[in-house]
C-alpha cells in the first residue's frame, strides 16, 4: 500500500538526478514509468495531507475510486507511450519524467490552485515535448493560448477565494450555494475557458492542428492519450463534481463542446493526410467526452474517454510510425500499406471501427450510454451526437477502405498494385495494437469486466458527500 | 478590421468582468474591505491550524513563508519544478542555434570595473535573503533571482566569461534532490510528505522553525543556479 | 479604486495578444496579463488598516490576508519560466523563419 | 439445435474459416459450403416454434435474447438458402480474391447478422446484428473493382441506422424498455408519438432496400462488389431492409395505430407515402436499367424496381397484396441471385460483364444463359414463373383498393422489362 504521493515524488527526484547523470537518465525514465504503472494499482482510497495540516488549511490528494481509475488508466498509456517513442526520445527523458509528475498531480490534487501549478508543469513540458518536432511557430501558438488559459482559470478560483476564502475544492464545494449567482457566473465562465485551452474546446483549440499534426512517434501518442485522458478527467472532476453549475451556464458551454465535435467532425472529413484526420478527430472525441461530463452522464463520459485513449494510441502511434518511416503521411500515396503490415491493420482497423461505435467492438457500449444520457436531457443533443458520429463513422471507413486496398478506382485491387512504403521498426506498435483490439473486441461482446470500476468512478464521480466527508473527516 | 474585432472583444471581457465583480448582488469582498476571519488564512495568521502541535506551530516570523514552506509545500515543490521544466526547455531549444552570441555594444569600462565590486554585494544580499527567509521579507525565489542577476552582470561585462555550465548543474541537480529527500524523510518519520519534523525553537531568532529555513535555502540556491544557467543558455547558445 | 486599474491593466493584455502581429509584442502582451493578473491577485488580500504579515511583537496580529502574498509569488515565477521558454521559443523563430511577423512566417502545418 | 448456439457457432466458425482459408484455400471454401448447409438444415426445424425465447449473452445491463416467430423463420430461409447457394461459388472464387480469409470471414459474419436481425427479440439486439451485417459487407465490397462504392454504402446506410437508433433510444426514454411485443402494445395508447418514430424506422429498411431517394449506393455497391457476392448483396441483404419494413408496418400494427388518422384512398397516408416511394423507385429502376452496359448494374438496377415491389406489398394493408409482397421477397432472392451467379460464372470465364463484349455467348455458354433466361422471364412476371405469382397478388390488391396510380405504375414497368428483355436476347446471339 504504497503513498501516492509517491507518485509524484519518486519522478521528481528521479528528475532531478536524470541532469546530473546524462547517461543514466534512459533508464530513470523506463524504471520509474513502470514504478508508477504498477504502483498505481496499490494505492488505496482516501485524502492524503501534505505536511500535515487539515485540508482546508493544507493541500490534500484525494484518491477515490474516480482518481484511482484515472491513475491506472494514465499510467499505463504513458509506459505504452515510453514504449512506442522509444525511438524519438532526442534527450526529452528528463522533461518526460517531470511530466509523469505532473500528470499523476493533477488527476489527485484536491486543491485549486495546486491544481493551476500542476497544469502549468504539463503545459511547459509539452511545450518542449511539441519543439521537438522542430515546428516553432506552432509550438509558440500553444504556449500564448496555454499561458492565457491558465491565466484565466487563476483568475477564476481568484475571483472564488475572493467571495468564498478558500482555495481547498471540498471546502469550496461546501461554500458554494453562499455564493451569489453573478460572481458564479463570472468564476465559472473563466475556469472552463481555462481548462478548455488543454481540453481543446473550440475558441481555444487552434494550436491543436499545429502540435498533433506535426507530432513525431512520442508526441503524438503521448499528447492524443495521456494529456487528452488527464484534461478530460480534470474537467470531470471540477465541473462535474466540484463546482454544481446551473442549468443556462450548462446550455452555453455545451454549445461550445457540441460545437467542437461538430467542427472538429467535419473538418476531418475534408483533411487528406493521416495525421490531421486522427487530430481532427481527437478534437471531435474530446468535444463529446467533456459534453457527456457536463451533462451528468459520467458513466458514458468515462467509458468513451476509455475507448478514445486506447484506440487513439494504437491509431497514432501506428500514423506516426508510417510518417516517421516514409516522411509523407498522404492517405493516396499509402493506399495498400495494412498489405503488408497485417497486424498493425487489424489493429488500426478494430480501434477505428471500436471509435465509431459498432457493435462487436467496446465502442458500441460506450455509444448506447452517450445515447442514453443525452436522451435524459434533450431531444437535440442527442441528434447532433449521431450527426457527428455519422460524419465519423464516414471519413474513417473511408480511410479504412483506401488504406487496406490498394489498387486505383476502376480496377480489381490486386497484389502489386501498393504502395512502396512500409513501416519501419513497428514490431512494439503491431504488439499493443493487437492486444488493444483483442481487448475492444472482447469487451464489446461482453463489456462486463472492464465496465464495473467505470461504473464505481462514475458513482464515486457522482455523490460529492463522501467526497466531502472523506477530506473533512480526514486526518 | 482585425483592431477592431480586438477593441469590440476586450470591450465585451471588460464589461462581463466588472459587471460580474462589482455588480450590486455580487458579494465579491471590496477593495480593503474583507475582514481576515472569514478566510483560510486566519489561522495561517494565529498559527493555530492543528491544535496537537506544539506552541508556535510553523515558527517562522514571516507568516508568507510560513504558508509557502511549511502549510501549502507542495505549491513551492511545483513552483521549483515549473522553473526546473523551463531551464531545461531553454537548454534543449538552445541546441538549435548553434552560434554563440556576439554583443553589438561591447562592454564600456565603466561597467567591466563596476561590475566587479557591485556583483559581489549582489551575490551577499542574495545569500543574505534566502537565508533569513523566514524572518524578513523574501525568501528562496527573490534570493536566487539576486544571485541570477549578479551572474548576468558577470556575463555582460565581457565575453569570454562562461562559467562551468555544469557546475550549476550539478548544484541545481543536488538542491532539488534534497528538497526532495527531505520530503520523502518528513514521510517516514512524521507520516505526512513534507512534514516539519525538526522542533520549531522561538519564533524570530535564526535556527527556528525546523525545516523551513532549511528547505528555504535549497530553494534559493537552486533558483539561483538555474537562473544564472538560463541566462547562460540563452547567451552561449549551445548546450551543455 | 486601484482594483479597477488591475483589470483594465489585464484588459490592455488580453487586446494586445488579439490585435498585435509582431511575436516579441504578443510576449509583451502575454507579460502585461500576468502583471494585471498578478497586481489584481495582491489587491483582493489587503485589508485596509492592517500591515505587513511579519510576526515583530508577539500578540499584534492586525495582518493583511497571505495568502493571495503565497500564491503571487507562485504566479510570478510560473509567468518568469514561461516568457524564458517564449523569448527562446521567438529566438528559434527567427533564425528558422527570418521574420518575426506572424503574417510572413509562411504556415507550417504538417507542411 | 437451440438457437442462441446457432449464433454462437456462427460467430465462432467465421473466426475458424479465417484461419482455415490462411492455412488452405480450397478448404476455407469448402468450409463455408457445409458450415452454411449446416445453418439451412438446422434452421428448417423452427418452421413452427413461435415464441420461443433465447437469451444469448448480457451486454451491460441489456440482454441480447432471440425469440422464434413464424415471419423471422420465413425471412432466415430465404436468406440462409441464399448464402447456401452462393456459397458453392466460393472455393472457385478463392484465387481470385485478393484477401480470401477475410472474404470468408465476413461472408459468414454477414450470414449470422441476418439471422440474429430476424430471430431479435427487442429493438437494441436488431440493431447490433443490423450493423454488424452492414460493417461486414461493407469490407467486402472494395476487394471488388471500385474504391468509392463502399463509402457511398456505408454513407447511406448508416443515415439509415442511425435514425434507427435515434428512434429506438427515444422509445427506451418513453417506455424504457427495447422489447418489441412491449412497444407496440405500448404505442397504441400515443399514435401520434409514434408516427416520429416510424418515419425513422422505417428509414432504415428504406436504405437498405435501395428505395427511391436512398437508391444510389444500389448499383454502386452491387455493380462494383466481388462477383460471388453481389448476389448476396442483392438477394440477401436487401430483405433485411424489407424486414425492418414489416417489423415497422406490419408487426407493430401501424394500420390500426394510425387507423384514425387521414385516410387515402382507405390506407392511413404514412402508408400511403411509402407505397408512392415504392412505386417511384420501381419506375426509376427500371427506367435506368434500360440504359446501363455492365451487366451488374443492369440488375442491380431491376433489384431496385423490384424492392419498390416489395415495399408496396409490405406497406400495402390489404390481406392479397400482402401476401403478394411477401411472395415477391422470395422469388427476387431466387431470381436475382440467379442472374448474379450466371454472370459471376460468365466473369470467371471471361473476366468481364459488359454486354457489349459478350456477344454471342449462347453458343459458348448454354447452361448459364438458359439460367439467366429463365430469371428474367420470372423476374417480369410472365404466367408460367412464380414472379406472375407475387405481381399478380400486388396487382389485386392494389386494385381492390382502387389506387390505380400504382397499379398503372406497376403494370407499365412490365411492359419496359420486356423490352429490356428482348434487348438481351439480341446480344446473346
Request: hydrophobic share 50%.
Amino acid at each position: 500500500m504504497i503513498n501516492p504521493i509517491l507518485l509524484v515524488a519518486i519522478p521528481l527526484l528521479a528528475a532531478f538526478l536524470s541532469i546530473m547523470v546524462k547517461k543514466l537518465s534512459g533508464v530513470f525514465l523506463f524504471g520509474v514509468s513502470l514504478f508508477t504503472a504498477i504502483g498505481s494499482f496499490f494505492i488505496e482510497n482516501g485524502s492524503y495531507v501534505i505536511g500535515g495540516w487539515k485540508p482546508p488549511f493544507g493541500i490534500n490528494l484525494v484518491v477515490d475510486d474516480y482518481s484511482f481509475l484515472i491513475l491506472i488508466i494514465v499510467n499505463i498509456l504513458f509506459f505504452l507511450t515510453l514504449l512506442n517513442g522509444m525511438w524519438d526520445l532526442k534527450k526529452n527523458e528528463t522533461v518526460l519524467l517531470v511530466t509523469l509528475a505532473g500528470v499523476n498531480g493533477i488527476v489527485m490534487t484536491g486543491d485549486f490552485f495546486n491544481l493551476f501549478v500542476f497544469m502549468e508543469i504539463i503545459a511547459i513540458s509539452a511545450y518542449i515535448l511539441a519543439s521537438s518536432t522542430e515546428k516553432y511557430y506552432s509550438v509558440f501558438k500553444y504556449l500564448i493560448l496555454g499561458t492565457v488559459g491558465s491565466s484565466l482559470y487563476l483568475f477564476g478560483i481568484i475571483i472564488l477565494y475572493g467571495t468564498a476564502g478558500t482555495l481547498n475544492m471540498a471546502d469550496l464545494a461546501s461554500k458554494l450555494p453562499e455564493i451569489s449567482n453573478s460572481v458564479k457566473v463570472l468564476a465559472f465562465t473563466f475556469i472552463f475557458s481555462g481548462l478548455a485551452v488543454e481540453a481543446k474546446i473550440l475558441p481555444f483549440n487552434s494550436w491543436v492542428r499545429g502540435i498533433f499534426g506535426n507530432s513525431n512517434t512520442l508526441t503524438g501518442p503521448m499528447f492524443s492519450t495521456v494529456y487528452a485522458t488527464v484534461s478530460a478527467a480534470v474537467v470531470g472532476r471540477v465541473f462535474g463534481q466540484i463546482l454544481t453549475i446551473d442549468t443556462n451556464l450548462i446550455y452555453a458551454f455545451i454549445t461550445l463542446t457540441l460545437m467542437t465535435f461538430i467542427f472538429a467532425e467535419s473538418a476531418a472529413m475534408a483533411s487528406k493526410n493521416l495525421r490531421s484526420i486522427l487530430t481532427f478527430s481527437s478534437i471531435g472525441q474530446a468535444g463529446l467526452i467533456i459534453t457527456m461530463f457536463l451533462l451528468g452522464g459520467f458513466y458514458a463520459a468515462l467509458i468513451q474517454l476509455v475507448n478514445n485513449a486506447f484506440a487513439k494510441m494504437v491509431m497514432f502511434s501506428i500514423a506516426t510510425k508510417t510518417y516517421s518511416s516514409n516522411e509523407d503521411d498522404d492517405i493516396d500515396n499509402l493506399a495498400g500499406i495494412f498489405r503488408k503490415h497485417y497486424m498493425m491493420g487489424l489493429g488500426f482497423t478494430i480501434s477505428a471501427l471500436s471509435l465509431i461505435g459498432l457493435p462487436l467492438f467496446f465502442g458500441f457500449y460506450g455509444k448506447i450510454n452517450i445515447l442514453q444520457t443525452a436522451f435524459a436531457t434533450n431531444m437535440w443533443i442527442p441528434a447532433f451526437i449521431l450527426i457527428g458520429s455519422i460524419i465519423e463513422g464516414i471519413y474513417y471507413i473511408r480511410l479504412l477502405v483506401k488504406l487496406w486496398n490498394p489498387g486505383k478506382e476502376g480496377d480489381e485491387s490486386s497484389e502489386e498494385a501498393g504502395t512502396s512504403y512500409t513501416i519501419l521498426n513497428g514490431f512494439t506498435v503491431s504488439i499493443i495494437a493487437l492486444v488493444v483490439g483483442a481487448v475492444f473486441v472482447v469487451a464489446g461482446i461482453t463489456p462486463e469486466f472492464l465496465v464495473e470500476n467505470i461504473e464505481k468512478a462514475a458513482n464515486s464521480l457522482g455523490d460529492i458527500n463522501t467526497y466531502l466527508s472523506s477530506v473533512m473527516g480526514g486526518i | 478590421m482585425k483592431r477592431i474585432i480586438a477593441i469590440l472583444l476586450t470591450v465585451a471581457v471588460g464589461i462581463f468582468i466588472f459587471t460580474g465583480l462589482y455588480g450590486e448582488d455580487s458579494d465579491f469582498k471590496a477593495f480593503g474591505e474583507k475582514n481576515i476571519s472569514d478566510t483560510v488564512a486566519n489561522s495561517y495568521v494565529d498559527k493555530n491550524v492543528d491544535a496537537d502541535r506544539e506552541s508556535p506551530e510553523s515558527g517562522s516570523a514571516n507568516v508568507v513563508t510560513s504558508i509557502v514552506v511549511n502549510y501549502r509545500s507542495l505549491d513551492t515543490l511545483g513552483e521549483v519544478t515549473v522553473l526546473f521544466v523551463s531551464a531545461l526547455g531553454v537548454a534543449l531549444l538552445g541546441g538549435f542555434l548553434k552560434e554563440k552570441v556576439t554583443f553589438s555594444v561591447k562592454p564600456g569600462f565603466i561597467l567591466k570595473n563596476g561590475m566587479k565590486i557591485i556583483s559581489g554585494i549582489i551575490l551577499i544580499t542574495g545569500i543574505y535573503i534566502f537565508i533569513h527567509g523566514h524572518l524578513s521579507p523574501g525568501g528562496g525565489f527573490p534570493g536566487g533571482a539576486m544571485i541570477g542577476s549578479s551572474f548576468l552582470l558577470m556575463y555582460l561585462s565581457d565575453e569570454e566569461f562562461k562559467t562551468k555550465i555544469t557546475a550549476f548543474k550539478i548544484m541545481e541537480g543536488t538542491a532539488g534532490s534534497l528538497i526532495l529527500i527531505i520530503g520523502l524523510a518528513g514521510l517516514s518519520i512524521g507520516g505526512y510528505f513534507l512534514y516539519n519534523f525538526l522542533p520549531n525553537g522561538n519564533v524570530g531568532d535564526l535556527i527556528s522553525a525546523g525545516i523551513v529555513p532549511i528547505l528555504y535555502v535549497l530553494v534559493g540556491l537552486k533558483v539561483g543556479s538555474e537562473i544564472s544557467n538560463l541566462l547562460g543558455n540563452f547567451l552561449n547558445g549551445e548546450v551543455e | 479604486m486601484s482594483q479597477y486599474l488591475y483589470i483594465i491593466l489585464m484588459l490592455v493584455g488580453i487586446y494586445g495578444l488579439l490585435s498585435q502581429k509582431n511575436i516579441i509584442k504578443m510576449i509583451i502582451s502575454l507579460n502585461i496579463l500576468e502583471l494585471g493578473l498578478n497586481l489584481f491577485i495582491i489587491s483582493t488580500g489587503y485589508i485596509s488598516g492592517s500591515n505587513a504579515p511579519i510576526i515583530i511583537f508577539e500578540n499584534d496580529t492586525n495582518f493583511v490576508d497571505p495568502l493571495p502574498q503565497a500564491i503571487v509569488l507562485t504566479a510570478i515565477v510560473i509567468g518568469f519560466g514561461v516568457t524564458a521558454v517564449a523569448l527562446m521559443l521567438a529566438r528559434n523563430i527567427y533564425k528558422k523563419n527570418g521574420t518575426l511577423e506572424i503574417d510572413e512566417i509562411r504556415g507550417e502545418d504538417n507542411d | 439445435m437451440a438457437l442462441n448456439n446457432i449464433i454462437i457457432q456462427g460467430l465462432l466458425s467465421s473466426l475458424i474459416v479465417f484461419f482455415l482459408t490462411k492455412f488452405n484455400k480450397k478448404v476455407g471454401g469448402f468450409f463455408t459450403i457445409i458450415f452454411s448447409g449446416y445453418l439451412f438444415f438446422s434452421l428448417l426445424s423452427y418452421q413452427n416454434s413461435a415464441g420461443e425465447i433465447f437469451d444469448l449473452v448480457k451486454f451491460g445491463e441489456f440482454d441480447i435474447s432471440f425469440i422464434t416467430s413464424n415471419y423471422a423463420w420465413f425471412f432466415s430461409m430465404i436468406l440462409s438458402l441464399t448464402y447456401f447457394l452462393v456459397s458453392f461459388f466460393n472455393p472457385y472464387w478463392m484465387k481470385k480474391l485478393i484477401n480470401p480469409a477475410a472474404y470468408n470471414l465476413l461472408f459468414m459474419l454477414s450470414m449470422v447478422g441476418t439471422l440474429g436481425v430476424f430471430y431479435a427479440k427487442d429493438f437494441l439486439t436488431m440493431f447490433i446484428f443490423f450493423e454488424i451485417v452492414v460493417w461486414a459487407s461493407l469490407f467486402i465490397i472494395p476487394m471488388g473493382k471500385s474504391r468509392k462504392s463502399p463509402i457511398i454504402y456505408y454513407t447511406i446506410s448508416s443515415i439509415g441506422s442511425f435514425s434507427m437508433l435515434y428512434a429506438i433510444f427515444y422509445l427506451y426514454n418513453s417506455f424504457n424498455t427495447f422489447d418489441i411485443e412491449t412497444i407496440s402494445s405500448a404505442v397504441i395508447s400515443n399514435p401520434n408519438e409514434y408516427i416520429f418514430v416510424f418515419f425513422l424506422m422505417i428509414m432504415a429498411g428504406l436504405t437498405k432496400l435501395g428505395i427511391f431517394p436512398f437508391h444510389t449506393w444500389l448499383p454502386a455497391a452491387h455493380g462494383s462488389a466481388p462477383h460471388t457476392f453481389s448476389p448476396v448483396l442483392s438477394g440477401g441483404l436487401v430483405k433485411v431492409g424489407g424486414f425492418i419494413a414489416l417489423i415497422v408496418t406490419a408487426v407493430i400494427p401501424s394500420f390500426n395505430i394510425f387507423s384514425d388518422h387521414l385516410q387515402i384512398m382507405g390506407v392511413p397516408f404514412e402508408n400511403y407515402l411509402i407505397m408512392v416511394l415504392g412505386g417511384i423507385s420501381i419506375v426509376v429502376g427500371t427506367l435506368m436499367a434500360i440504359k446501363q452496359d455492365d451487366a451488374k448494374k443492369l440488375i442491380a438496377y431491376s433489384t431496385v424496381s423490384n424492392s419498390g415491389y416489395i415495399l408496396i406489398g409490405i406497406a400495402m394493408v390489404d390481406q392479397v397484396g400482402f401476401a403478394g409482397g411477401l411472395m415477391h421477397i422470395f422469388n427476387h432472392a431466387m431470381a436475382s441471385g440467379a442472374m448474379f451467379l450466371s454472370f459471376a460464372g460468365i466473369a470467371y470465364r471471361t473476366g468481364t460483364t459488359k454486354m457489349s463484349e459478350l456477344g454471342g455467348l449462347i453458343k459458348r455458354m448454354p447452361l448459364s444463359f438458359a439460367a439467366y433466361l429463365i430469371a428474367i422471364i420470372s423476374l417480369a412476371g410472365i404466367p408460367p414463373m412464380s414472379g406472375f405469382a407475387s405481381k399478380w397478388l400486388i396487382f389485386q390488391g392494389l386494385s381492390s383498393n382502387g389506387m390505380m396510380f400504382l397499379a398503372f405504375a406497376a403494370f407499365l414497368v412490365v411492359l419496359v422489362v420486356l423490352c429490356m428483355f428482348s434487348g438481351l436476347c439480341l446480344l446473346h446471339f
